[in-house]
């Protein structure tokens, strides 16, 4: 199981990402309203080395359409690792719905008593 925290009113989570001999271990926001994978700034992306390898349309919380840099990466948690698709912006780092799905996560945020909990259930 994954523990996350609350830092005001926002739940945070640590994901593990790489790319070629670099990795990472970035608190991300975990953000149910994002269905994608990751997102993670371009000071990240460089400093992983990720190569952008294209651009996929992406609609923000405000019902924008933006476009947005997409690369590629591996994820780790607990033991298990993934390829997962990575949109690089200068938004907050966050972790989606798509990023749960493909480690078998099923996700309790508890905001009465402020407590993330990732339970694997594969």
Known sequence: MVSGVFVENTPFIKVIVGWGQSVQAP?????????GDLQVT???ATELG?????VTRTQIANGQVIEVPVALAIAAMEGAVNYIQVLISESMPLAGISFLSKFGYKATVDCKYRAIALERMI
């Open 42 to 44: 371009h000071k990240i």
């Open 50 to 54: 990720l190569q952008v390898a294209g």
């Open 27 to 35: 608190f991300v926001v975990l953000d149910t309203g994002f269905t």
